[in-house]
């Protein structure tokens, strides 16, 4: 069995009109996940405001600000929203 993590969604970035790239988060912003998806997989499955991530998935962060900035983030999910909220 594969241990998990739940991650925040910390950042949603658009690089075009069909690709978005999220980005979920430790809760102390040490690790993170990114995933590409297209707009119309989204649209029929909008993303949640946390996940459990499988902690083999997870990359580390290496900017002391990014980490920082993911940790805050991940903090104001929490603070203002479930976890399977859509987001």
């Known amino acids: ?27 102390d912003g040490q690790r993170h996940v990114t995933q590409q998806l297209s707009s119309a997989l989204l649209a029929k499955k909008p993303p949640t405001a946390a996940k459990d991530v499988d902690v083999d998935r997870l990359e580390p962060v290496a900017d002391s600000e990014e980490r920082e900035r993911y940790a805050a983030e991940a903090e104001r ?11």
């Open 1 to 27: 069995m594969t241990d998990t993590v739940q991650c925040w969604l910390v950042a949603r970035d658009y690089f075009d009109e069909d690709l978005i790239t999220l980005v979920y988060a430790t809760p």
């Open 77 to 87: 999910m929490a603070a203002r929203h479930d976890p399977d909220e859509r987001v």
